[in-house]
């Protein structure tokens, strides 16, 4: 099985993509078209990058291609499934990709993986980060509609509800262990916490 997992910054899918990886023992390829982690392994982006067997790739809409929807829409075609993930909340979505940024800024590509209680940053490329995640979440709704691929939400996905993740799981046909995926996607593992955190799939 080849599965393509697209999505926006900050919306869950190395999660999703590492629990799949996982449940399903698929060889697990992160980003292979990030031209930044690539550069800091000293490896130059391989864009005729072709798919192993049994695989999910996990990649992200802000690719630096002129077309990233064409893109995307040529490249799912060696998949046998594709899933795209955004994030209702973008503000939340900007809030998180800008703390990490903050947090990580000396050691790039090292996020941080502690759980943490969000404060306004003084981060004055807050504006820059929300324009650009807002062209993302535009572009994957795009290649959703290009597709006929319904978008997946973060929101959904992680709420702790049981039902959505059956419906996840119904809707691609993925043959997986509800028990353990419902546990890997547990918002208990989140790492910003609110004041009120679900600790148990409802």
Excluded: C
């Amino acid at each position: 099985m080849k599965i393509l997992l697209i999505g926006i910054p900050r919306s869950g899918t190395t999660t999703l993509m590492d629990s799949i990886g996982s449940s399903l023992k698929l060889y697990i390829k992160n980003e292979p078209f990030n031209e930044a982690s690539n550069k800091a392994s000293n490896k130059d982006v391989n864009w005729d990058y072709t798919p192993e067997n049994n695989v999910i790739v996990k990649s992200l809409m802000g690719i630096n291609v002129n077309n990233p929807i064409e893109f995307y829409k040529n490249y799912s075609r060696l998949f046998d499934k594709t899933i795209l993930l955004s994030r209702k909340n973008t503000q939340e979505a900007v809030e998180s990709y800008s703390f990490q940024a903050l947090q990580t800024r000396d050691i790039p590509f090292s996020w941080n993986e502690k759980k943490y209680t969000y404060t306004q940053t003084d981060d004055s490329r807050i504006i820059q980060y929300r324009n650009w995640m807002i062209s993302m979440k535009n572009n994957l709704e795009s290649l959703s509609k290009e597709l006929n691929i319904e978008i997946d939400w973060y929101e959904d996905l992680y709420s702790g509800k049981k039902e959505e993740i059956v419906r996840f799981v119904n809707k691609h046909k993925i043959d997986i262990n509800l028990d353990k995926f419902s546990e890997y996607l547990n918002p208990k593992h989140r790492l910003r916490q609110f004041d009120k955190t679900i600790k148990n799939i409802i």
